[in-house]
């Protein structure tokens, strides 16, 4: 059909897609790049990248509707990370080049 097709990430709390695969070069075994405008951590990566996704950008969510508990537990030090475990390779912290901010 001739229609590209292309990888990409996203959660309910950012409210838009965060990442999206390059099509030159396509790569089957990644979500892509951060979209500009976001800024994508992998926190507590273990040894073998495996870690937390913590997104910050002006897309994300102020918090949950009367439920200021969850909201505590979902933004911390202004990212959102609802619990979505992920690979990074190399591994990344929220300190390190492989998190990238766009």
Do not use: H
């Amino acid at each position: 059909m001739g229609i590209p097709v292309a990888n990409g990430y996203g959660l309910t709390e950012a409210g838009t897609a965060v990442t999206v695969n390059d099509l030159k070069p396509f790569r089957a075994d990644t979500v892509g790049k951060p979209l500009p405008g976001m800024e994508v951590q992998i926190r507590n990566a273990d040894s073998d990248g495996i870690g937390e996704v913590a997104v910050r950008s002006k897309t994300v969510m102020a918090g949950y509707l009367n439920e200021p508990q969850l909201t505590a537990e979902t933004i911390v030090d202004g990212c959102c990370a609802p619990a979505t475990w992920v690979a990074s390779t190399p591994p990344a912290t929220c300190n390190s080049s492989a998190a990238r901010k766009t």
